[in-house]
């Protein structure tokens, strides 16, 4: 299983275990709110290099 499968799953299952804790409400944003302010984070260069990398995987 490649390292991105790995990660996605993660991520689902700590979506899934949130969820069952709390509502579904609170999940959602804890699910899209890290990721988002990990990005926000990051310094523009960093950015550009990411959505550098995302393109070249997609094969643009």
Same mark, same amino acid.
């Given at each position: 299983?490649?390292?991105?499968?790995?990660? !996605?799953?993660?991520?689902? @299952?700590?979506g899934?275990?949130?969820?069952?804790?709390?509502?579904?409400?609170? =999940? =959602?944003? !804890?699910?899209?709110?890290?990721? @988002? @302010? @990990?990005?926000?984070?990051?310094?523009? !260069?960093?950015?550009?290099?990411?959505?550098?990398?995302?393109?070249?995987?997609?094969?643009?």
């Amino acid at each position: 299983m490649s390292r991105r499968g790995k990660i !996605a799953i993660g991520g689902v @299952a700590v979506g899934l275990v949130l969820w069952v804790l709390t509502n579904f409400w609170i =999940a =959602a944003l !804890a699910s899209l709110g890290v990721p @988002a @302010a @990990a990005y926000l984070m990051l310094d523009p !260069a960093q950015r550009r290099r990411l959505r550098r990398v995302g393109r070249k995987e997609l094969g643009r």
